[in-house]
């Protein structure tokens, strides 16, 4: 009865063992712990444990006690698996031979025990002598069998860990990689966008930081708010295919012009929608940056309930850069200006919410609230700071007001 509590004790304590090591950074720790409880079983005073690297075709020591000057050594896995989940003696006649097994004669090793995990070989457990001087029985063959196929999975498991480990760094690389390409690729276009009229030269890369500004004041997380800022970036790729002649006009556009003119958004959408971009929304976002909250937008004149918050801020980020940088057609607003066209606009064209987190940026920028300001540093410096900080309370008061009202 004692040995059987034995045997249940140490097959828990090796179960417990090889769940925590599965994914334990102090993996040979543990299986030193694994070889001294397996010694223990069998009352062996010297083990050893290694495991298996298929690649190099080498068992390796990764615990061991009682042997010296254990080395990695060549094994052959297929001259193995006659002796899986066979427990041999290494005096048997039915042994394996080679220098490595050898070696571990010479160096007190009794019993040797192949590990096998889903038919692959994954380590090895040597035992020496008993501390009593008593043989191996069939009873200790047959607990070793089942202390064994513990260890082979703990050891697969682990394996199988480490390989799916680096495996993700090379792929986290790789895709870093990707991503500064991309990224670098989708600046040159945007580049490339802006470069075709000098009046909106660095447009597109000015919008880009304002959405990301209001994105990180709405709390979107990081992959959303790399999305809107690409967004940022392309939403006027679909003006590469209109005339020079228009967009450089300095006179008033006729009606024809503005046809032509609005058709940018849509174009932006037949260029990008060919590409797969890793962000959601992304092609949505810029075919609706000059829809309307009212429906008289374009180009596909949806209402509100049909806009994404995305689409929402770039067309906020857009009209706001269009306004405080010049035109042909027109000189650039100051800012308390543009502030107060945006106010106007409300519940119209812009919405409420997204201009409530825009006044937020710029009340934070203007009290040098944020490290790395993302708006006023592409503005003109000649506005009064206490009559705009005055503004947007005011907006913000109103657009509390507002919300209460319909609470």
């Not at 427990?87 to 090793?109: S, V, Y």
């Not at 829809?291 to 806009?307: C, F, M, Q, V």
Request: one cysteine or more; proline letters at 4%; glycine letters at 6%.
């Amino acid at each position: 009865m004692k040995k059987l509590d034995k045997v249940l004790y140490s097959i828990a304590a090796l179960v417990d063992l090889g769940e925590e090591t599965a994914s334990s950074e102090e993996f040979k720790k543990k299986m030193r712990t694994v070889l001294h409880v397996t010694m223990g079983t069998f009352l062996a005073h010297g083990g050893a444990l290694f495991s298996f690297d298929k690649d190099r075709r080498t068992l390796s020591p990764i615990a061991s006690r009682g042997f010296k000057g254990l080395r990695a050594s060549k094994a052959d896995p297929d001259s193995l698996a006659v002796f899986r989940n066979k427990p041999f003696k290494m005096d048997g006649a039915d042994r394996p031979t080679g220098a490595f097994h050898a070696k571990l004669e010479k160096a007190g090793a009794e019993l040797f025990m192949p590990l096998f995990a889903r038919e692959r070989l994954v380590g090895l457990i040597v035992l020496s002598g008993k501390f009593t001087g008593e043989p191996y029985t069939k009873e200790d063959f047959e607990l070793l069998k089942v202390i064994a196929s513990q260890i082979a999975i703990t050891l697969q498991n682990h394996t199988l860990f480490i390989s799916l480990t680096e495996k993700l760094d090379e792929n986290k690389k790789l895709y870093e990689e990707m991503r500064v390409i991309y990224n670098d690729t989708i600046q040159a276009f945007a580049a490339a966008i802006d470069a075709k009229d000098v009046y909106t030269k660095n447009h597109s890369s000015r919008v880009a930081k304002y959405v990301v500004a209001i994105a990180k004041e709405l709390g979107w997380n990081e992959m959303d708010t790399e999305g809107i800022y690409i967004a940022g970036l392309l939403h006027d790729v679909g003006k590469i295919v209109i005339s020079d002649e228009i967009l450089k006009k300095q006179t008033p556009f006729t009606p024809e012009e503005i046809v032509e003119i609005k058709r940018h958004p849509a174009l932006s959408y037949n260029i990008l929608s060919k590409i797969k971009f890793p962000w959601k929304d992304v092609v949505d976002t810029i075919r609706h940056h000059h829809e309307r909250l009212d429906g008289k937008g374009y180009p596909d004149a949806i209402t509100n309930s049909s806009l994404s918050d995305g689409a929402k801020i770039l067309t906020l980020a857009d009209s706001f850069d269009a306004m405080t940088q010049d035109r042909p057609y027109r000189k650039k607003l100051d800012l308390h200006v543009a502030i107060e066209e945006l106010r106007r606009c409300l519940g119209t064209q812009f919405d409420n919410n997204i201009m409530d987190a825009f006044c937020h940026v710029l009340e934070k920028e203007i009290k040098g609230h944020l490290p790395e300001p993302d708006i006023l540093p592409h503005l003109a410096q000649d506005f009064d700071p206490s009559v705009i900080t005055t503004m947007l309370e005011a907006i913000r008061e109103e657009l509390s007001d507002g919300r209460a009202a319909h609470a």
